[in-house]
């Protein structure tokens, strides 16, 4: 005879129909977290939002104008 095991908290003594933590709510993601804050404060995810767009397209800008300058060193170089 083997006893019972709940596989939801790891307790024995009842099965995981019979545990309490069948009803209870698991946690928000973080999508569902980032809609809700949107949602409460539309203002300032906006403005969260524009910062990470420039910030992202200064970086992509960053790097797109060093290879840029590499390619136009090396073809200067083999000009002179």
């Known amino acids: 005879m083997t006893p019972d095991y709940c596989v939801r908290c790891g307790r024995q003594g009842h099965t ?4 309490s933590l069948r009803y209870r709510q698991p946690a928000p993601t973080l999508m569902e977290r980032i809609d809700r804050f949107a949602a409460r404060f539309p203002g300032v995810a906006a403005l969260i939002f524009i910062a990470v767009i420039a910030l992202g397209a200064g970086i992509a800008g960053a ?3 060093d290879d840029a300058l590499h390619v136009a060193q090396s073809i200067a170089s083999r000009s002179v």
């Open 16 to 19: 995981s129909d019979e545990c």
């Open 63 to 65: 790097l797109d104008a």
